[in-house]
């Protein structure tokens, strides 16, 4: 039979580079087809390409152009205008506590002092604004009330009642001290909190109604796996050539047992179909005899004898016959 090679095994750094390129496109394919532009009442997201990422492949050295893209999110007018509105308010804002904030090394660097001295002069500056006067009211009234009754100053009465008076204003100082401690560090700590409060105050701002944008679905490319293909389609063309030559070396075998000359003639066949070729090129048939019987494999006489014309010798029937170990002796 004809020499044959065995199918050449793929180049691995070829196969690998051409997997690389296919899942390099599914990606690709994929990114774009869940890059969907989106329109809504409040503004619209879109996609464009802003660019190539080269992608070295590391056992190749191949260079990937691997697109960037940019999604780009844009308000609708009415929505752009309350966020320009919300901007200027939120910059003079930020203005106004950033002047505020001046304040606060002043105020931060005196210690906030909550003892009793600081809490009673609190309360005693408190009470100068609010109790001193009402006693004095009062003293007055007292006062006026005496000389309607002809009691005058330096008398026991007027020393008695003022006396009386006198003991009712420490009383009510003392009942402030004891009864107002807690408004008083109310107060101080009101003091010392609220330009802290109004700075914070100043620096929140309304937020702008942002676009809302439905999630993409997500489309998956299944990807091919060239590798798999290309090893499985060499894997086949190995097992088919395996497969004929394992059919050859059967037939070369059975071919050579026949040492004895056989009727080879061409005229005493029927059914002839080529099948093959020996390896020095002549061709291998099947074929039935004309007498009957099953199917065999062989050498047309009449070729045989332009190739090797020793082996060819004529029957005392008249047709020719082969010697197959003189014919195939070269193979």
Request: charged content about 25%; aromatic content about 4%.
């Amino acid at each position: 039979m004809g020499k044959s090679k065995a199918p050449k095994p793929p180049d691995p750094k070829k196969t690998a580079a051409a997997q690389t390129a296919t899942n390099i496109g599914t990606a690709i394919t994929e990114g774009k087809l869940n890059q969907v532009n989106q329109v809504t009442p409040d503004g619209t997201l879109t996609y464009s390409q802003s660019g190539t990422y080269d992608y070295v492949d590391p056992l190749t050295g191949r260079v990937h152009k691997i697109p960037l893209t940019t999604a780009t999110t844009r308000l609708s007018d009415a929505q752009q205008a309350i966020k320009n509105q919300n901007d200027a308010a939120e910059l003079n804002l930020a203005t106004l506590a950033r002047n505020q904030s001046g304040r606060l090394d002043e105020l931060l660097s005196r210690p906030l002092e909550l003892n009793n001295e600081a809490v009673e002069g609190r309360l005693m500056e408190l009470g100068s604004k609010r109790l001193t006067p009402e006693l004095a009211r009062r003293r007055q009234s007292l006062e006026q009330q005496m000389a309607d009754r002809g009691i005058r100053l330096g008398s026991a009465a007027y020393d008695r009642a003022m006396r009386n008076q006198g003991e009712q204003e420490n009383d009510a100082w003392n009942q402030l001290l004891l009864s107002g401690r807690g408004q008083a560090v109310q107060e101080l700590l009101t003091e010392r909190n609220q330009p802290l409060n109004e700075i914070t105050a100043l620096l929140s701002g309304a937020q702008v109604n942002q676009p809302g944008f439905v999630n993409t679905p997500s489309s998956n490319v299944a990807n091919a796996d060239y590798s798999g293909l290309v090893n499985a389609n060499y894997q086949g063309q190995l097992d088919a050539w395996k497969t004929k030559q394992a059919e050859k070396q059967a037939l070369m075998g059975g071919l050579f047992s026949l040492g004895t000359a056989l009727i080879s003639d061409r005229r005493a066949k029927t059914d002839i179909r080529k099948v093959g070729r020996t390896d020095d090129g002549q061709a291998v048939y099947a074929f039935k005899y004309k007498s009957g019987g099953p199917m065999h494999l062989g050498l047309m006489a009449d070729e045989v004898e332009r190739h090797v014309p020793d082996a060819v010798t004529r029957h005392p029937s008249g047709f020719k016959q082969v010697n197959y170990e003189r014919a195939l002796r070269k193979v």
